[in-house]
């Protein structure tokens, strides 16, 4: 039997207390010990308000009742939310991603979400990832707290609460859903978690808590290390620079990765297959994978690039030229610059004569067909874009300036004969890719 809390209601308050952030508080309340407890906590903060989300589900009036009458008790409003979650497989997973959802609709920017989570609820947690064989941030558990969430009360076990609750005269029931043995928790905390302390370990809940709160101040390292790398968001894809990503240590460089495709797949990161597919891609094992959820990975110069497939990027509409001004056009930006003197550029600034810039310059996307002059006759702009190693997903969006009727260059790349400047004046254009 677990040993009795020694402290006061008051005192595990005051301890509770001391990791909630400044600012207005909103209690996740689900009619249970834990959020009654947590609502006890955060009620000494003066505006703290409460939130129960209804998902019509066996139960739920009883928890609902029991919400209200905690919130009246501690002396905070509550605000009741329907979110009904239908019957069927995986109601656990889909009926806590309604709860999330409709608690964020709810709660205003500057609030705090305020959970009952328990030590118990952190030891199953790292217990269950580890045996879904997750790595630093799966067996990390339960952060302490995130932006706009916080649980004060990982260090208490669910007893302690329970007793506390009891203690204060605060009504809580328990969810009937913790009873089904369909849901893995479930199964984890009536039959593996009970064995284990007997048989293997006693005490083990407080050893897998702290199990994750090691792993979450190693897994918070990584996090700062795969923050620092570059993702570039270009024209539907994202941009990891190949260099970096294999001279970092692995689990940076996976880290990132799993960044990149959140990007494209939010909230999911993709598998570990996935991630190792891009690396793949990045030390050059691979030239081109497709993904899971019809992504594709290839290098493209410096960069691996993970974008959908068949992605292609639509001409955006045209955009009038003024001199001087920058143009946002598609994933880039693109400069022009009066320039007089010796013309020096760097690469990615093409120099191009002043009175191409009339009253129908434009910065557009090139059609199928079109053609820039050359210095014996014409090229096609798609073949150019293509010598160029233009990724097709760009090559329908790559802006060029159009005027007069003809292509007076592609941009970053080639300036037509005609368009060159013809004295020590010209307009400098420059692209630059977007960054994130």
Request: charged content about 25%.
């Amino acid at each position: 039997m677990a040993p009795k809390n020694l402290l006061t209601p008051d005192q595990l308050a005051a301890a509770a207390f001391e990791h909630l952030p400044d600012g207005p508080l909103v209690v996740a309340l689900g009619g249970g010990a834990g959020s009654a407890v947590a609502a006890f906590v955060a009620a000494r903060r003066s505006g703290t308000r409460g939130i129960f989300v209804r998902h019509y589900l066996a139960g739920s009036a009883d928890l609902e009742k029991a919400a209200l009458e905690v919130a009246d008790t501690v002396g905070i409003v509550v605000v009741i939310v329907d979110a009904p979650v239908e019957p069927g497989p995986s109601l656990e997973g889909r009926a806590r991603t309604v709860r999330w959802d409709a608690i964020s609709r709810e709660v205003g920017e500057n609030e705090t979400v305020v959970t009952g989570h328990t030590q118990d609820d952190q030891a199953e947690t790292v217990l269950m990832n580890l045996l879904r064989g997750s790595g630093t941030s799966g067996i990390a558990g339960m952060r302490r707290s995130r932006p706009g969430v916080v649980r004060p009360l990982l260090e208490f076990s669910r007893s302690d609460l329970r007793d506390v609750a009891e203690e204060l005269g605060l009504p809580f029931v328990d969810d009937p859903a913790n009873d089904d043995p369909v849901h893995l928790r479930n199964r984890v905390r009536s039959d593996l978690m009970p064995a284990l302390e007997r048989d293997y370990r006693p005490g083990v809940r407080k050893v897998l808590a702290r199990v994750g709160l090691l792993a979450a101040a190693d897994d918070a390292v990584i996090e700062d290390l795969a923050a620092d790398m570059p993702l570039i968001d270009d024209a539907g894809a994202v941009l990891i620079p190949s260099a970096v990503l294999v001279t970092v240590p692995r689990p940076v460089a996976t880290r990132a990765v799993r960044g990149a495709l959140r990007r494209l797949l939010a909230p999911y990161a993709g598998t570990t297959a996935d991630i190792d597919a891009v690396l793949a891609v990045a030390e050059e094992r691979s030239e081109t994978v497709t993904l899971s959820n019809a992504l594709i990975v290839k290098r493209e110069g410096p960069f691996t690039a993970i974008s959908r497939a068949q992605a292609t990027t639509p001409a955006p509409t045209p955009v009038a030229i003024v001199v001087p001004s920058k143009i946002r056009f598609g994933g880039a930006e693109i400069g022009f610059e009066s320039v007089e003197g010796p013309l020096m550029t760097r690469r990615s600034t093409l120099l191009v004569d002043p009175v191409v810039f009339g009253s129908d310059a434009a910065v557009s996307g090139s059609a199928e067909g079109d053609r820039i002059d050359i210095e014996s006759g014409s090229k096609a702009i798609r073949t150019v874009l293509a010598e160029h190693d233009v990724p097709v997903r760009l090559r329908s969006g790559w802006p060029v300036i159009a005027a007069g009727g003809r292509i007076a260059a592609i941009i970053g790349i080639r300036v037509a004969p005609w368009a060159k400047p013809t004295s020590r004046r010209a307009v400098a254009v420059t692209r630059e890719r977007g960054h994130s």
